[in-house]
């Protein structure tokens, strides 16, 4: 049994079961290792003729020589009688759901929550959640202690947001005015998810031992399913087309024209800077996706946009804002006054962007390779992929991108094979986005489609 140091804590490897790495200079000090990776420091004690365990907390939280320290101080009240876990108990049953959101947001704006691939969440995936916590879970639960909480309760929460009974106006600081949360299906989901990573968090803190949220049915969420027809991009391409025209809207245009040609976040795509731009690679180096570092091959369409937007922009964002040097800020409010009272008004960002993925599904390629274009994480698989640039990548980027462009101009094209080089690609697309509309043949014919 080795002495509890950061190295030995460190080499210390989740395996199938939990186990407990004993220190051999403390007894009755351990290092408790989960399945799961998380590690725990724990002290080991008889009172009463009974063991107990007592949990003081999780590395990262606390340093092996900071939880020596408490273990001592810890196996001195012991010595005088006290009973540490016994304490804890009593104390933690009583907590609420409020007071574990405190806790839990405490060490969630400490960068101490994980999210996903082990690393910190974002700063915009920690606002989400606060407004949630503050919007729905408090409002509705916050009272309730948390170690009586059932899956009842949080179906009904869950039906509750649902039914939008923690709908508000409130001022925000992105948007001029007032923003309305309206709750629905898809924020419910969310919110029910939120909640149970906020349970495990209870549960690693010796809390609760069960989660309440776990196995809770969530409804679908329809935006998630939702795409774009033929027709519909038609009718988005007479939108845009309407709208640039107004020189308000013009950067909104053209974000929205990159959105549904890249299909990248819509964050992806307003927080663009030049530099992570590489047009003679045909693909974006984003440095701070969802997924962490990510490259995203680009088709011809948005290649030829951004080597002529770069010719007038020289600063640091490709959509600038209006402030000295920062990105464009009025999104939000500029997509609402587009689509709203148009039969696209339950049009999203992310419904472009699910109607970019289905689009290449339509058009034959396979599903790692459109994880690729998009930058979703399909195991080890497509993060080796997404690194090799190949003619593949690049021909179902233009492609895509190209029939897309082709359906906001009003007009398609059939689609056999694409060059590498530029002039080669430019030349097909030019062609082939000059064919009339109806000239595409049977969609499941060789020559409209093309596996990947």
């Not at 000090?29 to 009172?47: A, C, E």
């Not at 947001?161 to 898809?186: D, F, M, W």
Request: glycine share 10%.
């Amino acid at each position: 049994m080795p002495k509890l140091t950061k190295r030995a804590v460190d080499a210390a490897l989740p395996g199938e079961k939990d186990y407990v790495v004993w220190d051999d200079e403390l007894p009755g000090f351990g290092l408790r290792v989960f399945t799961s990776g998380k590690r725990s420091y724990v002290i080991q004690y008889r009172l009463g003729g009974r063991s107990r365990r007592y949990t003081i907390g999780l590395h990262g939280v606390w340093t092996a020589e900071t939880a020596r320290q408490e273990a001592k101080a810890q196996f001195g009240r012991i010595a005088r009688g006290e009973n540490p876990t016994e304490e804890r108990q009593l104390d933690q049953k009583a907590i609420t759901v409020k007071e574990l959101c405190v806790l839990y947001l405490k060490d969630l704006n400490a960068g101490l929550i994980m999210g996903k691939g082990g690393r910190p969440k974002k700063p915009g995936t920690i606002g989400t959640d606060i407004g949630r916590i503050h919007r729905h879970i408090i409002p509705l639960i916050g009272q309730r202690r948390v170690k009586d909480l059932t899956k009842a309760d949080v179906s009904k929460m869950m039906k509750d947001v649902i039914a939008g009974k923690t709908r508000v106006s409130i001022k925000t600081e992105k948007l001029r005015g007032r923003a309305v949360v309206r709750g629905g299906a898809g924020t419910a989901a969310r919110t029910v998810g939120l909640l149970g990573g906020i349970m495990t968090f209870a549960i690693d803190a010796g809390i609760i031992e069960t989660n309440p949220a776990h196995g809770i049915r969530k409804p679908k969420d329809n935006v998630r399913s939702r795409r774009l027809t033929e027709d519909e991009y038609r009718t988005l391409g007479r939108m845009l087309s309407a709208a640039e025209k107004d020189e308000r809207y013009a950067i909104t245009v053209a974000i929205i024209r990159q959105i549904a040609l890249t299909g990248c976040r819509r964050s992806e795509i307003i927080n663009l800077r030049w530099k992570e731009v590489d047009t003679g690679a045909s693909c974006l180096r984003l440095i701070d996706s969802k997924e962490g570092h990510s490259i995203r091959p680009i088709g011809l369409p948005v290649i030829e946009f951004l080597d002529e937007r770069r010719k007038s922009d020289q600063g640091t964002y490709v959509f600038p804002g209006s402030g000295d040097d920062n990105a464009f800020g009025s999104f939000p409010n500029r997509w609402d006054q587009m689509f709203a009272g148009s039969s696209l008004a339950d049009v999203t960002p992310h419904v472009l962007r699910h109607s970019f993925a289905s689009v290449g599904n339509d058009l034959g390629f396979t599903e790692v390779t459109i994880a690729a274009l998009v930058g979703h994480s399909i195991g080890t698989m497509t993060s080796k992929y997404i690194h090799t640039l190949d003619t593949a990548l690049i021909m179902a980027a233009d492609t895509i991108s190209g029939y897309i462009q082709g359906l906001l101009a009003g007009t398609e094209f059939k689609q056999t094979a694409y060059a590498l080089d530029r002039d080669s690609r430019k030349t097909a697309l030019a062609r082939f986005l000059q064919k009339a509309a109806g000239d595409v043949g049977d969609p499941n014919s060789g020559e409209t489609r093309l596996a990947a």
